[in-house]
Nanobody, 129 residues
Framework: QVQLVESGGGLVQAGGSLRLSCAAS????????MGWFRQAPGKERESVAA????????YYADSVKGRFTISRDNAKNTVYLQMNSLKPEDTAVYYC??????????????????????WGQGTQVTVSS
């Protein structure tokens, strides 16, 4: 079992940056693929970025490619999401999720929310225009 706690959200102007962190409890963090998801009001939770257990593989949604960077530090049990060039449409509650096992199998990336086992409570990101 792993428990996740997100931090780093806030209010920022369009074009600004934020860095989200997700701290995990337990000694098995390195056995989990990790993902960042977001959910805007009235919308479904969507995948934003994901990273494999060793950081070798990463995934980004098309809407954030070139602007967001996911990383992890297994020694600190933490996964990060650096968000640059933020847009009003990035406004949402951001969640980190943990998936026991690999990020991908063959060419398939596990990025659906129902493929993740553990979730944090979320952190609000608001981008003003």
């Amino acid at each position: 079992q792993v428990q996740l706690v997100e931090s780093g959200g806030g209010l920022v102007q369009a074009g600004g940056s934020l860095r989200l962190s997700c701290a995990a409890s337990g000694r098995t963090f390195s056995t989990y693929a990790m993902g960042w998801f977001r959910q805007a009001p009235g919308k479904e939770r969507e995948s934003v970025a994901a990273i494999s257990r060793s950081s070798y593989y990463t995934y980004y949604a098309d809407s954030v490619k070139g602007r967001f960077t996911i990383s992890r530090d297994n020694a600190k049990n933490t996964v990060y999401l650096q968000m640059n060039s933020l847009k009003p449409e990035d406004t949402a509650v951001y969640y980190c999720g943990a998936r026991q096992g690999p990020l991908m199998r063959g060419s398939y990336y596990y990025t659906r929310s129902d493929e993740y086992d553990h979730w944090g409570q979320g952190t609000q990101v608001t981008v003003s225009s």
